[in-house]
């Protein structure tokens, strides 16, 4: 069902809901180029070969409002047209604004669930306790001592940090890290002989 058709200062009002006027008349001249809505010159739609020199222009009045034109980028046929024998069809802006609309619709969702779904800094993983182990078993290797004398605070601390230092995750209670730590080294000193 078609709603007839408009002016471009219409068209411009149309898209106010979603576009800024300057934006609203860059989304005009956009889809007059991608065959998305199609001008009318004294009631004729443009030829396809004449609507990409087309451009629409908004323009502020002195009392606030704006109006828009649309202009030739270069020397078309009949000369420049008064800014009243323009339009477009309503239903093609308004199919412009609606999609405006759902883009800026399925932006918000995707932003809010990444803000939900990804917070900064390093993912969790199931790793994290072997991978503590591991980097126990790497500071036993440099410094022996620690299996005989272990400072358990002392090594969570320092393990935490490298962790931190290499954007590696961990849970942030130090309690669970220390946990893993000192039931490894003292299964290591069980296997070692006295």
């Given at each position: 069902m078609s709603r007839g058709r408009c002016s471009p200062t219409e068209a411009l009002a149309l898209l106010s809901?979603?576009?800024?006027?300057m934006a609203a008349a860059d989304e005009l001249t956009r889809a007059i180029h991608s065959d998305r809505c199609h001008p009318y010159c004294r009631g004729v739609v443009i030829r396809s070969d004449i609507a990409p020199r087309l451009i629409v222009v908004a323009h502020a009045e002195n009392d606030g409002r704006w109006t828009a034109r649309i202009e030739s980028t270069s020397y078309a046929p009949g000369g420049v047209q008064p800014a009243g024998v323009w339009e477009f069809e309503i239903d093609e802006v308004i199919e412009l604004r609606q999609r405006a609309e759902a883009a800026q619709a399925a932006a918000a969702t995707t932003?809010?669930?990444s803000r939900r779904r990804d917070p900064p800094g390093p993912?969790?993983?199931?790793?994290w306790p072997e991978d503590v182990k591991a980097a126990v078993a790497l500071?036993?290797?440099?410094d022996p001592k620690i299996l005989r004398k272990p400072n358990y605070d002392a090594l969570n601390r320092e393990i935490r940090a490298d962790f931190g230092n290499a954007d590696?995750?961990?849970p942030k209670d130090p309690k669970e890290t220390e946990k893993i730590?000192?039931?490894?080294i003292q299964r290591l000193r069980g296997l070692t002989p006295p």
């Open positions: 809901p979603v576009f800024a006027p932003t809010d669930n993912k969790p993983t199931d790793e500071k036993i290797c440099d590696r995750w961990l730590i000192r039931e490894f």
